[in-house]
Structures are given as structure tokens and as C-alpha cells.
């Protein structure tokens, strides 16, 4: 089993930054990828970025975001970052963490993955 803490989502203004963390625990195997996923008010959920914590290779889909919003771990793999650049509106959605065995086929998919956390709010008004 996995458990997973988002924290760090908050109210913002346009142009600011938020750093969101995601603190992993329980079976090592189970959380070797850990993802952040995004759904805003009225869409489906999206990728935002993933890392697999053996090594820390990331990957993002090909969004607007990609250039903005950043994905790292600490040494321990076991605590997620999502750096939050140059915030804009569409930004603005509830953050969830996931995370996956090391064996998943695709990262940027949110079926790939067996644990989430409660989510943390971001968001950003002009």
C-alpha cells in the first residue's frame, strides 16, 4: 500500500509561483513512479508531469505548461515537487499525486496508476 500527502496549493496571483509536494510512504515498489495530474472546473483530469524516482527521469506531456510547471524528488525518492512558474489562470485546478510500480507503460497516464492522494487546490486570479 501507498500513501500520499499533497500540500502546498494555495491562492495566487498571475505571474507568481507555487511549489506543491506530494510525500510518498509505504511499499517502495508501488512508488517507484509518482505523477501529478490536474483537473480544473469543467475538464477532464490532465497530466501535468512524472518522474520515476529510480534515477529521477522525467517526463511531460506536450502541453502549454511544460515549459512552467517543473517535477523533481528529493535524494530519498520518497517527497515530490511540482514547481510552479509564471502562473496563469488555466493553471488553476485541483493537484493530485499518483504514483505507480516502476513498471508502468505509460507515466502520463492516469490509468497506469493504483494511488492518489486527496488533492490540493491552486488557484490563480489576476
Known amino acids: 500500500q501507498v500513501q500520499l500527502v499533497e500540500s502546498g496549493g494555495d491562492s495566487a496571483q498571475v505571474g507568481g509561483s507555487l511549489t506543491l509536494t506530494c510525500v510518498a510512504s509505504g511499499t517502495a515498489y508501488f512508488r517507484k513512479s509518482i505523477a501529478w495530474f490536474r483537473r480544473a472546473p469543467g475538464k477532464e483530469r490532465e497530466a501535468v508531469a512524472a518522474i520515476y524516482t529510480d534515477g529521477g527521469k522525467t517526463f511531460y506531456p506536450d502541453f502549454e505548461g511544460r515549459r512552467r510547471l517543473t517535477i523533481s524528488q528529493n535524494s530519498a525518492g520518497d517527497t515530490v515537487y511540482l514547481q510552479m512558474n509564471n502562473l496563469k489562470p488555466e493553471d488553476t485546478a485541483m493537484y493530485y499525486c499518483?504514483?505507480?510500480?516502476?513498471?508502468?507503460?505509460?507515466?502520463?497516464?492516469?490509468?497506469?496508476?493504483?494511488?492518489w492522494g486527496q488533492g490540493t487546490q491552486v488557484t490563480v486570479s489576476s
Open positions: 499518483a504514483a505507480g510500480s516502476w513498471a508502468l507503460r505509460d507515466r502520463l497516464a492516469a490509468s497506469e496508476y493504483e494511488a
